[in-house]
């Protein structure tokens, strides 16, 4: 059974293979669309287990590059 910080590091991955595609192909693209098919659940799974949206996006903030946060 996968800890939660496995899983949280998973569905940051996730949300952030996501956000690549749509900052690199646009939104709506084939390959952003494919991205959310594929990472979808993962995030949802990470929900799931009790781990909040806002936790989940305040992590994907702070790995972005420039984003200035530690």
């Keep these: ?11 940051v991955r996730a949300a952030n293979a996501v956000y690549t ?3 690199v192909y646009g ?5 952003h669309e ?3 098919q ?3 659940d993962t995030v949802l799974a990470a ?4 781990i909040s949206p ?3 996006m ?3 903030e702070r790995r972005l590059p420039g984003s200035g946060k530690p």
Excluded: D, F, H, Y
């Design 27 to 31: 939104e709506g693209s084939p390959q």
């Design 47 to 50: 929900i799931g287990a009790g």
């Design 38 to 40: 594929e990472n979808g």
């Design 54 to 56: 806002k936790e989940l």
């Design 58 to 60: 305040e992590e994907c």
């Design 21 to 23: 595609a749509e900052q």
């Design 1 to 11: 059974m996968p800890t939660r910080s496995q899983v949280k590091e998973a569905a």
């Design 34 to 36: 494919r991205a959310q």
